[in-house]
């Protein structure tokens, strides 16, 4: 190789690390905007219509609407999140005092069973089971305080990484296009990959978003609304965990709803931990398999084991982003490796 390319090579890393180090802090929100624009994109092709073909003003509109959509409810919940929070201590201290008394007269709770069954043999209040759960509860109470502050801490970088994805919203409605085709020319395979990839990782991004997040939304209000009529501590909360435990395959909302029920019956009220427990099973769990079906649609053939562990991956790299980025770099992935496959097949090599 001359030493012109290596030259030329040399000066295009240092310039694209340089960019890399500019770029860098707006990734997140960057790629929440190019999200949403894919999400909005039929939205914005009506306002587009609607001001007879003035994309600066549709986008404006489309900008301002969507960010109403999603910043209001999250400003309230995130709001009332916070004031449960700083609650929860103050009910976990009041809890502790009154634990030892309604556990110990609940037929449900261990520490009877162990005194009648196991009393003969050996000295169960040697094992202090009772302090035991009170120091669990207490030092979880104790999380609360610094969790909060950094709840709020991330909460308010959130918002700030909307303001900077709707203000990128606006240049990617208007002029998403032009930048669409140019990513599209980089990409060196044939145009038939080429819209196969694209219209591939389009299925994921619906699929994670209507199939994921939109699903775990509903069962986190089914479960919501179950708290908040049996009048549980911190609902609001224990649906925000809720949510997030949607996108654990298999257990997902039975690992909140399920503690909740096991209390209630702890606590004497039989008929409301009973009653949880029918209904996570017959109305929250079954919600998935009917709503998810439905909103996929095939949409995407990721592996479930595959889609779980990039999930978690990309949540502990990326954030909260990952939720969407695990399943689309996995995507990726896929497509790269099948198109290499058909490529080892088409050359009728070794592997073929």
């Known amino acids: 190789m001359k030493w012109e390319h290596l030259l030329t090579l040399l ?40 001001f007879a073909g003035r994309r600066a003003l549709a986008s ?72 035991v759960v009170a120091s669990v509860i207490r030092e979880a109470a104790g999380y609360v305080g610094p969790g909060l502050s950094g709840f709020v801490k991330g909460f308010a970088a959130l918002i700030i990484d909307f303001i900077i994805a709707f203000f990128s919203m606006y240049f990617l409605f208007k ?51 179950a708290f908040w009529y049996l009048g549980i501590p911190a609902a609001l909360v224990l649906t925000f965990t809720m949510f997030l435990a949607t996108f654990l395959p298999s257990v997902g909302c039975a690992m909140v709803w399920g503690p909740v029920a096991v209390y209630l019956l702890i606590a004497g009220d039989y008929a409301g931990g009973i009653g949880l427990a029918i209904w996570g099973i ?35 790299a990326f954030g909260f982003i990952g939720i969407i980025a695990g399943p689309l770099i996995l995507s990726i992935g896929q497509a790269t490796i099948e198109l290499y496959h058909e490529y080892v097949k088409s050359k009728n090599t070794w592997a073929g």
């Open 60 to 131: 404006i509109a489309a900008c301002t609407s969507i960010a109403l959509f999603i910043i209001v409810p999250m400003a309230i919940i995130g709001t009332a999140l916070a004031n449960e929070m700083l609650n929860l201590y103050a009910w976990a201290e009041g809890y502790i005092q009154d634990l030892s008394t309604r556990a110990h007269r609940s037929p449900m709770f261990f520490y009877p069973w162990l005194e009648r069954y196991l009393g003969e043999y050996i000295d169960v209040e040697q094992l202090h089971l009772k302090s």
């Open 11 to 50: 000066i295009t890393a240092v310039i694209g690390y340089l960019m890399y180090l500019v770029l860098v802090p707006f990734f997140i929100p960057i790629f929440w905007a190019i999200i949403l624009v894919i999400l909005f994109q039929p939205y914005y092709d009506w306002l587009v219509r609607s």
């Open 282 to 316: 017959f109305v929250i769990g079954l919600i998935d398999n009917f709503l998810r079906p439905w909103l996929v649609s095939g949409r995407t053939n990721l592996h479930p084991l595959l889609l779980f562990f990039s999930i978690l991956g990309a949540v502990n």
């Open 175 to 225: 002029d998403g296009d032009k930048l669409f085709n140019f990513v599209k020319d980089l990409i060196p395979v044939s145009s038939h990959h080429k819209t196969e990839i694209i219209e591939k990782n389009r299925g994921v991004i619906y699929a994670t978003i209507y199939g994921g997040v939109l699903v775990g939304a509903v069962q986190a209000a089914l479960g919501g609304l």
